[in-house]
């Protein structure tokens, strides 16, 4: 009997979603003869009626070096804590997953690949304990998730951190400017730190070494002393100061349940304005990170990740996640993949190579 293999993407998109939908539907046509159905917007299209379509090998054709997700995505639609308004005009979380799993069964849904970052596979991880055959594929260009050795997305996000960096630094340099580059980054500071060795950043702040202002000003101005009339400072929205908070704009309440960062680059900024007397800009990169085309490396990466995922549902190896080890692609317990989280190394390599290339760090 042919097998239905149901597909969404959810949480924030990502480049190289495209190519993993792709690489699942090539796969589950070509090399096993099953349907595929895309759930539209993540769990949302599973909520209420559902919204999905089938995938044919022509709706996949060309979209491989397309950023964004053919699907469309959802943040907000966590199935077991569902927002609805009520008639008062006031919102309620209420648990819809009874809803997911009959969506699924009229689907006819033999398994669901759900790809995503943490929140996403949380859930995924959930409806596999309630019965569903489920296959996990990791995303997110903060590359922050421990069970695999990199996400797709990631190095794509370095790269355009990167040029950023180089072209901010010609605006500094000429017009004698300390530049703040806010790039994103909640827990884990990996798109700071390889940016900024990559694009020369004189500074680097991230949420694994909470800064010291002192420390940066004495830094810059010793730079400032030794000639260099311009710095370039990369702050991931997630750092902060020893002795403070990181900067929010939405608490978790007001914003479905996970907090909104956003704004430590302009308050580095200002003071850094106080201290070092010299004109300073902030330049917050927001979504331009994750928008656009992936690069070779993540489209390969992305590809092999929707293949061994078809392949996962072959073997009927579910509640299982892809994963890069080493160079293989294999299959994680999604359990043990939502539960450790990839943070960067304060006394690791890659820090110290920083360091000793003379990028302060905050401390
Ligand atoms: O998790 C990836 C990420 O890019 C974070 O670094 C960032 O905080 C978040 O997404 C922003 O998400 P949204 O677009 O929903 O505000």
């Not at 997953?97 to 033999?110: C, E, F, K, W, Y």
């Not at 000003?217 to 908070?245: K, T």
């Not at 994963?323 to 043990?336: F, M, N």
Request: hydrophobic share 40%; charged share 20%.
């Amino acid at each position: 009997m042919t097998k239905t293999i149901a597909i969404l993407t959810g949480g924030g998109d990502c480049p190289g979603l495209n190519a993993v939908i792709r690489g699942v539907v090539r796969t589950a046509i070509r090399c096993y003869g099953w349907r595929v159905v895309g759930i539209e917007d993540g769990f949302d299209g599973l909520v209420g009626n559902p919204r999905y379509r089938e995938l044919t090998l022509g709706s996949v054709r060309g979209i491989l070096q397309r950023g964004g997700t053919i699907l469309g995505t959802s943040n907000r639609g966590n199935p077991f804590s569902y927002a609805v308004e009520k008639d008062d005009g006031s919102t309620e979380l209420i648990d819809v997953s009874a809803q997911v799993l009959d969506n699924l069964r009229q689907i006819g849904a033999d398994a669901l690949i759900a790809v995503g970052g943490d929140g996403t596979l949380k859930i995924a991880q959930a409806l596999y304990e309630r019965g569903v055959p489920v296959i996990g594929v990791p995303k997110t260009i903060d590359n922050d998730l421990r069970a695999t050795d990199i996400t797709f997305g990631y190095r794509t996000a370095v790269s355009i951190v990167t040029e950023a960096l180089d072209r901010l630094h010609t605006t500094a340099e000429s017009h004698q400017r300390a530049i703040v580059v806010e790039v994103m980054g909640r827990d884990a500071g990996w798109i700071a730190l390889e940016s900024g060795i990559a694009g020369s950043a004189d500074v680097i702040l991230i949420p694994e070494i909470p800064y010291a202002m002192e420390r940066i000003c004495d830094a810059l101005e010793a730079r400032c002393q030794a000639g260099s009339r311009f710095s370039i400072v990369v702050v991931a929205e997630g750092a902060y100061p020893i002795a403070g908070d990181k900067v929010r704009q939405k608490q978790a309440a007001e914003n479905f349940g996970v907090e909104r960062l956003g704004g430590i680059g302009a308050a580095v900024a200002a003071e850094l304005n106080e201290c070092l007397g010299m004109e300073t800009r902030v330049v917050t990169l927001g979504h331009l990170q994750r928008g656009g085309s992936p690069t070779p490396y993540d489209r390969i990466l992305a590809s092999r990740f929707g293949v061994r995922a078809a392949e996962l549902i072959a073997a009927s190896s579910f509640g299982q996640m892809v994963a890069l080890k080493g160079q293989s692609v294999t299959g994680v317990p999604i359990a043990s993949a939502v539960a450790q989280l990839n943070r960067v190394d304060p006394q690791g390599e890659l820090v110290r190579t920083g360091e000793s290339l003379a990028i302060n760090f905050g401390r």
